[in-house]
């Protein structure tokens, strides 16, 4: 661990009723770290980043982020700070791109011309078209525009955490790989930390420092993707896998020099 | 004549201002009552389901009260509302007019609302809920700035409904003394003046969709974002409101308002005394169309001034008498009980509308029958037919017990269909009104009633309590009282039953005092 974590796990449980979604996790995650976390459905690892903002409560264990504990902080106050990308955008359909955008800082009370010129560079920084997009609706934006506006959002009130659930899920494979590689360096160039969940191995280790890998609410393994690699658990070793002979079947259909 | 040239028309036009006025205020101030309660409701219950079924079922109850019953139900329910007001904090207000129905039709708008007002709530995908949570909004700020918004379209519908709802039913509020574009039709449908009929349902149409457009431009305005429709349609709406308050402002009330019940005789008789006063420098108003209950009630609290009612009715109905007396005991017996509730009987008219037995006068002179008497050794081979109340009526057993009447066949008709059907011989005998004008237009018979079995219904002038010292009103009054015969009053009924430009109540009750002025 390179300092102290930004965000801290420590023996969290939760349960929907009889059915156990996160079982004991433990788990750091240090400044600056992109971590994902991966796993199938049922696996707990929405329910893991909904309970890091408080979008619901933990039954047991303690959460911190940035050092102190979340069941005493303000849910308002923290989820302000904390940028969260939901899955297919989660944009508000009655209100513009820009209005979609700036509904952060305007709810901590920024004056409008700020939050005007933060849209445009957010916009900028997100690679959409300040007069192009600005005033659009969302339904009239594609898939992938859409998200853009979703990160621009997270980013909006220049939050140092960012929570992303499944953010590039829903996108046609050009699409998700250009805005990946676009938010990896947003993630450096602003020095954020950031957790993502994804059920996609492959995306987890094209984008992530750290991968955690999560099945029936319980943390099987943590670690770089080389440290994952020598996993001894079946599933984590299945779950590499597959990312694997991809590699091995492109490389022997796309011969180097190739056409790509 | 042709519809078009109808002076009734003219006539119709110059009570717009007045009975338009009073709709859109009690039919506005209704919707929006019952938005100031139904709206939070919605808000209150979205995430609450068994309240939102509770309440749906109630709301669902209330709109199978038909329109005409809830309006009627509420003036007994402010009455004693107002009675218990009155007995602990020494304070009663008006059961009459705006209040009750206004109270009626802001319970009549709130199924439509709450019901759209809670789908929409409902209907929002939860992961914009998450996601406005997620963004750090208050649930407050999440109401406001994604909920409502996103609700807005199938809300507005909800109120929409409403306001169409609430601006038809409110027609209805006429026999409360809330006076409406219903005026013309309970007027229109008692006299057979079809130009106010069909004038009192356009104009309350062309309301309605007036106000649904308004609300529709509010809610493009708001969905669209666009200040400007916002700003149009809530300015029409206020400009409305504001044109029906400008009449009313520059007019000061009348002194006098004269109550009239729903059928052609007490609107030509409220007519002529408003006239009367008139003519005294007295300045008087009519409030007609109102329910017989109603009349009364108002009379004792001073809502009206003054109305006419019949001997016989309060007898049974206010002083719960079954027993008969000869006329002028009755009177007598009637006003000192009137007396102790302050009101005063000033005097009769000089007319009877009772229950009679009627007959075709030909028929009548064949058979040798001049009264009840006469006619009961002929009833086995005769039918006979009455309105839908007066064979379970005490009057019907007590003529029929006095005199032994046992017909061969009893029937139950609407009261205009009698009289043709017993001219044409359809039926032989009908229970008839004596001072209905088409005793004369068929040329039938009242029968005698030599043994009093039938109640006088005595034509009797009643003044309310704050009216009991008013000299100028009591002499103004004097030239009515004991003038009116029933050969008059029949003619006056039959003009006001016709259907042209003469048989306006105001018209007939002109008709009517040149005849008694004469005298």
Redesign the interface.
């Known amino acids: 661990m390179p300092s102290k974590p930004v965000i801290g796990y420590a023996r969290v449980a939760k349960n929907f009723g009889p059915v156990v979604a996160v079982d004991g996790v433990s788990l750091d995650v240090a400044e600056g770290e992109f971590l994902a976390i991966v796993g199938g459905s049922g696996s707990g690892k929405t329910t893991l980043l909904r309970l890091t ?1 408080r ?1 619901i409560e933990v039954d047991r264990g303690t959460i911190t982020v940035e050092g102190a504990d979340i069941s005493r902080a303000d849910p ?2 923290l ?2 700070r904390i940028g ?1 990308v ?3 955008g ?5 209100l513009s791109v820009a209005d979609n955008i700036g ?2 800082p305007k ?2 009370g920024i004056p409008q011309g700020e939050i005007a010129a933060r849209v445009d560079e957010l916009l900028d920084l997100v690679r959409l078209d300040r007069t192009q997009h600005r005033d659009r609706l969302p339904q009239d934006l594609s898939g992938g525009q859409r998200q853009r506006v979703g990160v621009a ?1 997270a980013l909006a ?1 220049r939050p140092r955490i960012v929570l992303m659930d499944e953010p590039f899920g829903a996108l046609d494979p050009l699409t998700r790989d250009a805005l990946g590689e676009d938010y990896r360096a947003l993630h450096h160039k602003l020095g954020l930390t950031t957790v993502m969940i994804t059920h996609d191995m492959t995306e987890a280790i094209l984008l992530a420092d750290r991968i955690a890998v999560m099945r029936a609410g319980q943390l099987l393994a943590q670690g770089t993707p080389a440290e994952l690699g020598r996993s001894d658990d079946a599933y984590v070793l299945e779950l590499l896998r597959t990312p694997r002979r991809q590699v091995a079947r492109l490389n022997e259909r796309l011969p180097q020099g190739g056409a790509a | 004549m042709s519809l078009i040239s109808d002076p009734r028309w003219g006539e119709a036009l110059s009570h717009l201002p007045d009975y338009l006025g009073n709709h859109v205020r009690v039919s506005l101030a209704a919707l929006a009552l019952g938005l100031i309660v139904s709206l939070p409701l919605a808000i209150l219950c979205r995430n609450r389901p068994v309240a939102r079924n509770i309440l749906l079922a109630l709301a669902s109850i209330v709109q199978t009260v038909p329109g005409l019953a809830l309006l009627a139900l509420f003036y007994p329910l402010l009455l004693l509302a107002a009675s218990v007001t009155l007995a602990w904090f020494g304070v009663a207000f008006s059961a009459f007019g705006f209040l009750p129905a206004m109270l009626a039709l802001a319970l009549y708008s709130m199924l439509p609302v709450l019901r759209n007002g809670i789908t929409g709530l409902n209907g929002i995908d939860p ?2 809920l ?9 649930p407050r ?1 999440s109401l406001l ?2 909920e409502l ?2 609700a807005l379209p199938v809300m507005m519908a909800g109120i929409r409904t409403a306001a169409v709802w609430v601006i038809g039913t409110a027609t209805l509020s006429t026999p409360i003394g809330q006076t409406s574009l219903g005026n013309y039709i309970f007027a229109g449908l008692q006299t057979q003046n079809w130009v106010f009929v069909l004038f009192g349902c356009f104009a309350s149409a062309v309301l309605a969709l007036a106000v649904d457009q308004l609300l529709g431009l509010i809610e493009a305005g708001l ?1 669209n974002r666009s200040r400007l429709r916002t700003t149009l349609g809530g300015v029409g709406i206020a400009a409305l409101v504001a044109a029906t308050l400008v009449p009313s402002l520059g007019r000061s009330s009348p002194a006098y308002i004269v109550g009239a019940k729903t059928f052609a005789e007490q609107y030509v008789l409220s007519a002529l005394i408003r006239d009367r006063l008139a003519a005294a420098d007295l300045p008087a108003t009519t409030r007609s169309g109102l329910g017989s209950n109603v009349a009364f009630e108002a009379l004792k609290a001073g809502d009206i001034d003054l109305y006419v009612d019949y001997s016989g009715t309060l007898w049974a109905n206010q002083l719960h008498r079954t027993d008969i007396k000869p006329r002028k005991e009755l009177i007598d017996e009637l006003k000192t009980a009137l007396a102790k509730q302050n009101i005063t009987l000033l005097g009769e008219l000089g007319f009877e509308n009772a229950y009679a037995l009627v007959m075709p006068r030909k028929r009548a002179e064949a058979l040798g029958i001049r009264s009840v008497a006469d006619l009961a050794a002929h009833t086995s081979g005769l039918s006979i037919a009455g309105d839908y109340e007066f064979f379970s009526r005490p009057e019907w057993a007590a003529l029929r017990d006095a005199y032994g009447l046992a017909f061969r066949a009893q029937r139950q008709m609407q009261p205009d269909f009698m009289y043709a059907a017993v001219a044409s011989g359809e039926v032989d005998v009908i229970a008839g009104y004596t001072s209905d004008g088409l005793i004369a237009k068929y040329d039938l018979v009242a029968l005698d009633d030599p043994k009093r079995a039938i109640p006088p219904y005595d034509a009797i002038l009643l003044l309310a309590p704050k009216r009991a010292g008013d000299e100028r009103l009591k002499a103004a009054l004097k030239p009515l009282l004991d003038r009116l015969d029933i050969a008059d009053m029949r003619e006056a009924n039959l003009r006001a039953s016709g259907n042209d430009a003469n048989s306006s109540p105001d018209v007939v009750a002109k008709w009517l005092w040149e005849k008694i002025s004469k005298r």
Do not use: C, W
């Open positions: 903002n979008l308002v106050e989820r302000r969260y939901f899955q297919s989660g944009l508000f359909p009655h509904i952060t709810l901590l959002r009130a | 992961a914009l998450e996601a406005a949570q997620g963004v750090g909004m208050t700020q700035t994604v918004p996103l969905r």
